[in-house]
T-cell receptor, first 115, second 113 residues
């Protein structure tokens, strides 16, 4: 069964450093997402991406964050200058169509630790 | 603003017992509701979803959920729990804007032998 994959599974970085989290969505899916979950808190929406542009973003997704689909398979989340409060589990998801009723398939997550 | 509340942070049930996980939502329009499960080291897996029609929906792994508009609830049920059901369960509401999901805080289920 196709699945969303994410790399790395765990990333440790120093405050102020740039990080890039990578995701490979399910092939032929058109809509891509990033969510995060700070330890002990809810899963929160960050951004959705469709047709090579951001469709929607939350308040969390400020200028420090960016997303890109650099080739036909990868979908990345970049944090330019990490802060301690960016420590969280980051989940990538994809859905087949641009319909909010469509199932989002989630990856296993990348745990980001900012020291 | 839309929100989802899962009142129970932890629940422990005996294997073979029935299960009900509570979910309450606040949403201005017709809600589109989902239940996801997360096992350790795994991503979020969709159990079931409700958009319209029959208010009792069946999902994978023997789970079902009932939408009750009058109570703003979408509780998840299973008649007989298996040890492999131990996981964290998330209720979510979907939005037209950007296809985003708003999640509840999750309920961690533990299953006693």
């Amino acid at each position: 069964e196709p699945e969303v994959t994410q790399t790395p599974s765990h990333q440790v970085t120093q405050m102020g450093q740039e990080v890039i989290l990578r995701c490979v969505p399910i092939s032929n899916h058109l809509y891509f997402y990033w969510y995060r979950q700070i330890l002990g808190q809810k899963v929160e929406f960050l951004v959705s991406f469709y047709n090579n542009e951001i469709s929607e973003k939350s308040e969390i997704f400020d200028d420090q964050f960016s997303v890109e689909r650099p080739d036909g398979s990868n979908f990345t989340l970049k944090i330019r200058s990490t802060k301690l409060e960016d420590s969280a589990m980051y989940f990538c998801a994809s859905s087949a169509r641009a319909a909010f009723t469509d199932t989002q398939y989630f990856g296993p997550g990348t745990r980001l630790t900012v020291l | 603003a839309q929100s989802v509340t899962q009142p129970d942070i932890h629940i422990t049930v005996s294997e073979g017992a029935s299960l009900e996980l509570r979910c309450n939502y606040s949403y201005g329009a017709t809600p589109y509701l989902f239940w996801y499960v997360q096992s350790p080291g795994q991503g979020l897996q969709l159990l079931l979803k409700y958009f319209s029609g029959d208010t009792l929906v069946q999902g994978i792994k023997g789970f079902e959920a009932e939408f009750k508009r009058s109570q703003s609830s979408f509780n998840l049920r299973k008649p007989s729990v298996h040890w492999s059901d131990a996981a964290e369960y998330f209720c979510a509401v979907g939005h037209n804007a950007g296809n985003m999901l708003t999640f509840g805080g999750g309920t961690r289920l533990m299953v006693k032998p």
